[in-house]
């Protein structure tokens, strides 16, 4: 049981990796992680590694408990707006699994 949830926490960090790096490659036009993308993505990496819900958790969006401060929630929803549609075309396979 712990394997599975430590293995639910890697891929939850693989795709939120994923994703913030899509947006900063297309919209900050850098081929490595900017500062702030990077300091999102270790925030987000620490709130994954948190997540007392991971066992069940589903989406962020749906827990009942918001974790991020306001104003990185607020970053990584931007992210996810951007990155999400176009997951599909960079990572069609990551995003069916997930």
Not at 64 to 78: A, D, L
């Amino acid at each position: 049981m712990k394997d599975k949830i430590v293995e639910k926490r890697e891929k939850e960090k693989q795709m939120i990796k994923e994703m913030i790096s899509l947006y900063c490659r297309k919209n900050h036009h850098s081929k490595q992680l900017c500062t702030d993308c990077n300091e999102l993505l270790n925030y987000a990496n620490m709130r994954i590694d948190k997540c007392p819900f991971m066992e069940t958790k589903t989406f962020c969006n749906n827990c009942k408990v918001h974790c991020y401060q306001k104003e990185k929630r607020e970053q990584i929803k931007t992210v996810m707006r951007f990155s999400g549609p176009r997951m599909l075309m960079y990572h069609p396979i990551m995003v069916l699994r997930h």
